[in-house]
């Protein structure tokens, strides 16, 4: 019934597609070190209420939105909404132009890694060997110096890879590459993990993993924290599950798939976070220093206490080296490559180019702005553009979501849709979390951080340059979107009806 629209050859191909898009960086550092800082144990309470609360009711609505409209971002709200068509557009381009050029290059470091791993590069000061030889910090984010050759190197080989998967299409290339990518992943990692608990002192860490500190609980920021991490883990307000849903033929159980998609996701988390501890816990115990003296920040945790860690390990660092750095480029290479599917989905529905002049466009327009992440000051640039998408740019698009669909469409239409094509049924109770939940949730957390955002700089960066790089990068994706929005459509994919109507 849907004409010319690629789709997914099986059900299972679909759920490893959005499995390969949620997991990914953050499953890896992002949520050790969040666990870690936020009452260790104590942290999977909110983390798994936040899940059950808003990662797993979102999802089902991004893949019932998809589905039951047939659209990437912007044809589905198009369709919910001739003045709705920007709300589809903004986060295919604060993702594609924002989120997908940093990320790129910390998958440029991964390769680097995995190549440094083979004679421990990093030497005895895995630190300095990171920040000054590697990445050669400046000291601001205006300072921004030259480009750095090796990470340069990669990320064109980052594009290149992501540009062959795309061009082949939804099922023989993104499909096919991660049919191989999520095993290969779940058998990394389970290497790695089975390894790492087996070292001395794995258990230290372990403990400090899983002993709750309950007093955590307290803090409305640890909430926050846990919130944050769900929309940033499920890929929720990128605008790529409701693509992803959108290449899925009529009949396939789609609450279901949200539900699995979600839980391997946080399983993914889990199970790693054992393999982090277990590492922090031999370097603790190797070095005799306590456990808090070995976890640095969250970029340093892969890049610094890692490195580490491997050359304390012996003959087989190397190879332990090579497994870790290559789980952590498989896992990015498949959520990057699902942001920039989203973009062609969405100027595919509208404009009608045919996918290879996209992707080849896209890629070569993502490499191109990805250099300035590799420059002297690219870290700084990458923890600005970082921290206003995550915190602001993807609860706001969420947000938006929820009220859009929830208040000025019939939300039943979606859940009804659901309930035809799906064994598990949704209650009546669904709207609800949606429609006010979900907005009220949300609401606080912006709220809460604009308060923060306003009384202190982030990261003691200067105004000028949060104001210059951060917000104007919120500010010009919105801007764009309505340009976006306003094109005349070059194909009649919106003149459809959606599946549930
Ligand atoms: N879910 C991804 C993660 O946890 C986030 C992401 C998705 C980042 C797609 C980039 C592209 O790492
Ligand atoms: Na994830």
Same mark, same amino acid.
């Given at each position: 019934?849907?004409?010319?629209?690629?789709?997914?050859?099986?059900?299972?191909?679909?759920?490893?597609?959005?499995?390969?898009?949620?997991?990914?960086?953050?499953?890896?550092?992002?949520?050790?070190?969040?666990?870690?800082?936020?009452?260790?144990?104590? &942290?999977?309470?909110?983390? %798994? +209420?936040?899940?059950?609360?808003?990662?797993? $009711?979102?999802?089902?609505?991004?893949?019932? %939105?998809?589905?039951?409209?047939?659209?990437?971002?912007?044809?589905? +709200?198009?369709? %919910?909404?001739?003045?709705?068509?920007?709300?589809?557009?903004?986060?295919?381009?604060?993702?594609?132009?924002?989120?997908?050029?940093?990320?790129?290059?910390?998958?440029?470091?991964?390769?680097?890694?995995?190549?440094?791993?083979?004679?421990?590069?990093?030497?005895?000061?895995?630190?300095?060997?990171?920040?000054?030889?590697?990445?050669?910090?400046?000291?601001?984010?205006?300072?921004?110096?030259?480009?750095?050759?090796?990470?340069?190197?990669?990320?064109?080989?980052?594009?290149?890879?992501?540009?062959?998967?795309?061009?082949?299409?939804?099922?023989?290339?993104?499909?096919?590459?991660?049919?191989?990518?999520?095993?290969?992943? =779940?058998?990394?990692?389970?290497?790695?993990?089975?390894?790492?608990?087996?070292?001395?002192?794995?258990?230290?860490?372990?403990?400090?993993?899983? *002993? $709750?500190?309950?007093? *955590? =609980?307290?803090?409305?920021?640890?909430?926050?924290?846990?919130?944050?991490?769900?929309?940033?883990?499920?890929?929720?307000?990128?605008?790529?599950?409701?693509?992803?849903?959108?290449?899925? $033929?009529?009949?396939?159980?789609?609450?279901?798939?949200?539900?699995?998609?979600?839980?391997?996701?946080?399983? &993914?988390?889990?199970?790693?976070?054992?393999?982090?501890?277990?590492?922090?816990?031999?370097?603790?115990?190797?070095?005799?220093?306590?456990?808090?003296?070995?976890?640095?920040?969250?970029?340093?945790?892969?890049?610094?206490?890692?490195?580490?860690?491997?050359?304390?390990?012996?003959?087989?660092?190397?190879?332990?080296?090579?497994?870790?750095?290559?789980? =952590?480029?498989?896992?990015?290479?498949?959520?990057?490559?699902?942001?920039?599917?989203?973009?062609?989905?969405?100027?595919?529905?509208?404009?009608?180019?045919?996918?290879?002049?996209?992707?080849?466009?896209?890629?070569?327009?993502?490499?191109?702005?990805?250099?300035?992440?590799?420059?002297?000051?690219?870290?700084?640039?990458?923890?600005?553009?970082?921290?206003?998408?995550?915190?602001?740019?993807?609860?706001?698009?969420?947000?938006?979501?929820?009220?859009?669909?929830?208040?000025?469409?019939?939300?039943?239409?979606?859940?009804?849709?659901?309930?035809?094509?799906?064994?598990?049924?949704?209650?009546?109770?669904?709207?609800?979390? %949606? *429609?006010?939940?979900?907005?009220?949730?949300?609401?606080?957390?912006?709220?809460?951080?604009?308060?923060?955002?306003?009384?202190?700089?982030?990261?003691?960066?200067?105004?000028?340059?949060?104001?210059?790089?951060?917000?104007?990068?919120?500010?010009?994706?919105?801007?764009?979107?309505?340009?976006?929005?306003?094109? $005349?459509? *070059?194909?009649?994919?919106?003149?459809?009806?959606?599946?549930?109507?």
């Amino acid at each position: 019934e849907t004409t010319g629209r690629s789709t997914w050859k099986s059900r299972t191909g679909f759920i490893l597609a959005a499995i390969g898009s949620a997991v990914g960086l953050g499953n890896i550092w992002r949520f050790s070190y969040l666990a870690y800082e936020n009452g260790g144990g104590a &942290f999977l309470i909110p983390y %798994i +209420f936040a899940l059950l609360t808003a990662g797993i $009711p979102l999802l089902i609505l991004e893949f019932g %939105i998809g589905h039951e409209r047939i659209g990437s971002a912007p044809l589905a +709200f198009r369709k %919910i909404g001739r003045r709705w068509e920007w709300l589809g557009w903004w986060p295919l381009l604060f993702t594609m132009f924002g989120i997908v050029l940093y990320y790129s290059v910390v998958i440029a470091w991964c390769v680097d890694f995995i190549f440094y791993s083979f004679n421990l590069s990093w030497g005895d000061d895995p630190d300095k060997f990171f920040f000054e030889s590697f990445l050669n910090l400046s000291s601001s984010p205006a300072e921004i110096g030259i480009i750095q050759t090796p990470i340069l190197i990669s990320l064109f080989i980052v594009w290149l890879v992501s540009w062959g998967i795309i061009v082949r299409g939804v099922s023989r290339g993104v499909e096919l590459a991660n049919r191989v990518f999520m095993p290969l992943l =779940l058998l990394l990692t389970l290497v790695l993990v089975f390894w790492s608990v087996n070292l001395e002192g794995a258990m230290v860490g372990i403990s400090a993993y899983l *002993k $709750p500190d309950f007093t *955590k =609980l307290g803090d409305p920021n640890v909430w926050i924290s846990a919130y944050g991490q769900i929309f940033f883990t499920l890929s929720l307000g990128f605008g790529i599950m409701i693509a992803y849903a959108s290449y899925m $033929p009529y009949n396939s159980n789609m609450t279901g798939s949200a539900v699995i998609t979600a839980l391997a996701n946080c399983g &993914f988390s889990l199970l790693s976070g054992f393999g982090v501890f277990a590492i922090l816990g031999f370097m603790s115990v190797t070095q005799s220093k306590p456990l808090e003296e070995v976890v640095t920040q969250s970029i340093g945790l892969a890049f610094v206490a890692y490195p580490k860690a491997i050359s304390l390990i012996g003959d087989a660092g190397p190879l332990f080296g090579v497994l870790f750095f290559l789980s =952590l480029t498989v896992a990015g290479v498949s959520s990057a490559i699902s942001i920039v599917e989203a973009f062609v989905s969405g100027a595919k529905d509208k404009f009608g180019i045919n996918r290879k002049k996209l992707a080849t466009l896209l890629c070569v327009l993502g490499f191109a702005g990805s250099i300035i992440f590799t420059t002297n000051g690219g870290l700084f640039w990458l923890d600005i553009v970082d921290h206003f998408i995550n915190n602001y740019g993807l609860v706001m698009a969420g947000l938006l979501e929820c009220i859009v669909v929830g208040w000025f469409f019939r939300l039943d239409i979606i859940r009804k849709h659901l309930n035809k094509v799906s064994k598990m049924q949704l209650g009546v109770w669904w709207n609800w979390v %949606i *429609k006010l939940c979900l907005p009220l949730f949300l609401t606080v957390i912006l709220l809460n951080q604009l308060i923060r955002e306003l009384s202190v700089a982030y990261g003691g960066y200067s105004w000028a340059s949060l104001i210059g790089i951060g917000w104007s990068w919120i500010g010009i994706t919105f801007l764009v979107s309505f340009i976006f929005a306003v094109q $005349p459509w *070059k194909t009649d994919n919106h003149l459809a009806k959606g599946r549930g109507e």
